[in-house]
């Protein structure tokens, strides 16, 4: 059987009251103890003064223990619940057993025997009923070594059925307050969450296009980071719709020129008769379709490089030692085909953390920018090195005209191209390297070429050893 999802209101109000019950039930406990406590204390007390009083009216003459109990000793145990009473005098000499003088002599006596003066309560079942009785030995006359024990007792009926009406009474006061407390709580919870019930309305009545943060003022400080993680999120899905319709627009804007270029040479093939037009025609329409391809897959690679886009599931340790060798040797035909010389120069794993076919291709294009615009016939170095504890640096070498130092900060701008640049590049080769990088903590920079002219890029990854 599936149940609906609990609310936070009844969670709140269940972890709120299930302590409070826990919490009257011991206070119900400690109540009864406490009365019970009270209640035999009282009626103890009652014992003892009738004991006491009954022990003033015992006196030793002619050899024997006298009694004159006069009627209002007894009349001080009367109770409103009809209780039973019982009294026993006895006396002893030292070393002899106990003399019955009055009263009910199969009355149980006291469990030890007790100093002189001193009352001694204890209960026992007589009669087929539980009895509370008070015993006390009265001290002896100073020209006798002899000593009376007086015992009262009486049953426990009343004491119980008060004690009862008395805890009944508590507790049923207990549990007024306890539902009280349940209301205030109730209310306390529902205003306490009046916060998440204005969140929930302010997304629900939002528009798919408002993106804007939450501003909800007067908010508890344990709301405050459930709305900056919503607002920090709506940030992201900002960033990634901006970057979604920047990729739509550079796509249609870059595009429609090269497929309109292919319609063009289509149409002059089709209009060609000669075999020899046609074939220009058709090698034209080759071309024009290899560098609209190269365009189209350039735009993937950047909408994909985007940090905005990118997640970070599929994200791990990568040794970009392996994953850079790999991807010279994807690129050694490319490069046998324009004449050029690539090489790789590293030496044991470099890890990092990232994306290993993001990383694969940053490679590529930084290897693609250095064969398109380097000296023909030259030579392209890729190089994994570890300059620092804490870092691994990426660098490729090419020995062309390298780009002046004025043009440096703008080549990584989209679509853009040096005044003067050969080949018919997209302008989006060190585009994509640079959010790639930004994708991985990394930082590239453009310097000279070491030992003579020519570009070196490198990027700066921070490392991560492997667990």
């Known amino acids: 059987m599936i149940f609906g999802r609990a609310t936070l209101r009844a969670q709140l109000l269940r972890w709120l009251l299930i302590p409070l019950a826990v919490v009257g039930v011991v206070y119900a406990v400690i109540t009864q103890v406490t009365v019970d406590q ?26 024997r223990l006298i009694v004159d109990l006069p009627s209002v000793a007894l009349e001080m145990l009367d109770t409103r619940d009809q209780e039973r009473i019982f009294y026993r005098v006895s006396y002893r000499y030292p070393g002899q057993n106990e003399v019955f003088v009055t009263g009910y002599s199969d009355l149980p006596g006291p469990p030890d025997e007790g100093s002189p003066g001193t009352p001694m309560f204890y209960q026992q079942f007589y009669r087929g009923e539980a009895v509370r ?16 024990l007086i015992e009262v007792g009486e049953t426990v009926r009343g004491r119980n059925a ?36 204005e969140l929930s309305r302010e997304v629900a009545h939002r528009s798919a296009s408002d993106l804007q943060p ?17 607002n920090q999120l709506i940030a992201r899905v900002r960033n990634a719709i901006a970057g979604q319709r920047r990729f739509i627009a550079d796509a249609s804007h870059q595009l429609r020129t090269p497929l309109a270029v292919l319609r063009t040479h289509a149409e ?29 897959s350039q735009l993937l690679s950047l ?33 046998l085909g324009r004449r050029m010389d690539l090489g790789f120069e590293g030496n044991g794993p470099a890890t990092i953390h990232g994306r290993s076919y993001l990383v694969r291709e940053m490679i590529a294009n930084l290897v693609d920018n250095a064969m398109r615009y380097g000296a023909p016939g030259g030579t392209v170095t890729v190089s994994v ?7 691994v640096r990426l660098s490729v070498e090419d ?6 130092s004025d043009e440096r900060g703008r080549v990584f701008e989209r679509f853009y191209r040096m005044p003067g640049s050969a080949g018919e590049g997209a302008g989006l080769g060190l585009s994509i390297v640079r959010e790639i990088a930004r994708g991985h903590g990394a930082t590239v920079r453009l310097l000279d070429r070491s030992g003579g002219q020519g570009l070196r890029v490198e990027v700066l990854f921070p490392s991560k050893a492997p667990a």
């Open 38 to 63: 009270t209640m035999n204390r009282t009626y103890d007390q009652s014992l003892y003064a009738s004991a006491l009083a009954i022990s003033k009216h015992v006196a030793f003459a002619e050899g």
């Open 162 to 197: 008060l004690t009862d009406a008395l805890v009944g009474r508590a507790l049923g006061l207990q549990v007024l307050l306890i539902f009280f407390a349940g209301g205030l709580i109730w209310f306390a919870v529902r205003r306490g969450l009046t916060p998440l019930h």
């Open 399 to 404: 020995d062309g005209p390298g780009i002046p």
């Open 385 to 391: 090195a570890k300059p620092e504890p804490g870092s």
């Open 268 to 296: 002059l093939a089709l209009r060609q008769e000669e075999l020899g037009a046609i074939k220009d025609a058709v090698a034209q329409l080759r071309d024009c379709s290899q560098a609209t391809s190269h365009l189209a």
């Open 214 to 230: 939450l501003q909800l003022h007067n908010v508890p400080e344990e709301v405050s980071p459930l709305i900056d993680a919503i």
């Open 303 to 335: 909408a994909r490089a985007e940090p905005a886009t990118g997640a970070d599931a599929d994200a791990g340790l990568v040794d970009l030692t392996a994953v850079a060798r790999e991807a010279c040797s994807a690129l050694v035909p490319e490069a």
């Open 133 to 148: 009785l008070a015993a006390l030995r009265a001290l002896p006359p100073a020209d006798q070594p002899v000593e009376a």
